[in-house]
């Protein structure tokens, strides 16, 4: 392998890909990065088994080949070049890098066992969304994913595509959240599939810089495949029955209560102070056109806010529910809207939120015994 590269380029590539590569594997390939040349172009991958990236740069190749060295050492060196052309030239298992004045050997490995990762996406099965669109959706359901590793499908967002929509469902078996995207032209078939948290949140974290990401799922070859023009990373999908989340949410409610946002976080927080001593609980009281946030700690003492609501309760006279605060406050940082809207069956079954700024989304959280 034998070729030119700008110093911007390649430092861009290798920061991404690096980020893939396995610090603790017990395979020393895997804290390795792929370099691949051919034609114009060279390709740079990386995986830990469970993600891979792959992206490709423009280069005057004049030999191709390909070679497989440490990753932290190519990043750490690139990064610390100047920004002009750099050599790099692969000789066995040896990458020789030059610039103006500077000249380095990296020892590699030999690349015939670098794990095989995918650099373009199937036509086939590609689903284009904005950038801004996915990112904004997985806001609102990452956070409800499980951390318990002895249920791993919970760790992972539950994705529904079927022919007019994408749905995205995250729980931890006390509190659900689920996003619909809808699609336009989608000829996709229906495909159900569970992804790890950690791939949705490198997408989340801006991976991409195009304003749109297509997206290819391969159900049968259990990975899903996100990219751009000239990034792709690919995931390997959570096996296992994710659970029949549609019989967790309540048909009817006898509660409805429509609020402002902000005066209900202000609340929410002002009894977390008291909470935090008491497990985390805050009661929620519902009267005619109000509400009242508490919390008291044997500890630290006691508080109560009242918020002004709009509020339907029916026949329903007096009625209390209370929940773990910090499942309230993720839910209000991922509202958009102004107003949210509480909806209440009785003390015991999940609590049903709403934003009023985006009509697709919908969030369960468990009530807590009082």
């Known amino acids: 392998m034998k070729l030119q590269v700008l110093q911007e380029n390649l430092e861009k590539a290798v920061s991404i890909t690096t980020r893939f590569a396995s610090t603790k594997a017990q395979l020393p390939i895997l ?123 919970l760790t992972g967002a539950l994705f529904i595509l079927d022919k007019d929509s994408l749905s995205l469902v995250a729980t931890d078996g006390f509190r659900l959240s689920k996003k619909v995207i809808p699609l336009k032209d989608s000829k996709s078939e229906k495909k159900t599939v569970v992804i790890p948290k950690g791939v949705l949140g490198e997408i989340n974290r801006g991976i991409f810089e195009a304003d749109e990401i297509l997206f290819d799922l391969e159900e049968n070859e259990k990975q899903i495949i996100f990219g751009i023009e000239d990034t792709v990373l690919t995931s390997r999908l959570l096996e296992g029955e994710y659970p029949d989340f549609e019989k967790i949410i309540p048909k009817e409610s006898n509660i409805k209560i429509t609020l402002d946002k902000e005066e209900f976080l202000r609340a929410v927080k002002l009894a977390s102070i008291f909470a935090r001593e008491s497990a985390n609980v805050v009661k929620i009281k519902i009267l005619k056109d109000l509400i009242k946030v508490s919390a008291e700690s044997s500890a630290a003492g006691s508080q109560e806010t009242k918020v002004d609501a709009k509020v339907d309760k029916g026949n329903t006279e007096e009625f209390e529910i209370a929940f773990n605060y910090r499942y309230i406050e993720d839910f209000l940082y991922s509202v958009v809207g102004e107003e949210i809207k509480m909806e209440f069956l009785n003390s015991t079954s999940a609590g049903v939120f709403r934003d009023t700024g985006d009509s697709n989304y919908l969030h369960l959280i468990m009530p807590v015994k009082i």
Do not use: Y
Request: aromatic share 4%.
């Open 31 to 153: 804290g390795n990065i792929l370099l691949s040349a051919k034609k114009n172009k060279i390709f740079i991958s990386s995986t830990n088994l469970e993600i891979s990236a792959s992206v490709q740069i423009g280069a005057k190749v004049e030999k191709e080949g390909e070679i497989s060295i440490p990753a932290k050492v190519i990043t750490d060196l690139v990064s610390n070049l100047p920004k002009e052309t750099i050599n790099l030239e692969s000789e066995k298992e040896q990458l020789k890098v030059s610039t103006t004045g500077f000249s380095s050997t990296i020892l590699g490995i030999d690349p015939t066992d670098f794990p095989k990762v995918p650099n373009t996406l199937n036509n086939k099965n590609t689903i284009v969304f904005s950038k801004k669109e996915i990112s904004d959706s997985l806001n609102k359901v990452i956070f409800a994913t499980s951390v318990d590793e002895t249920r791993p499908i």
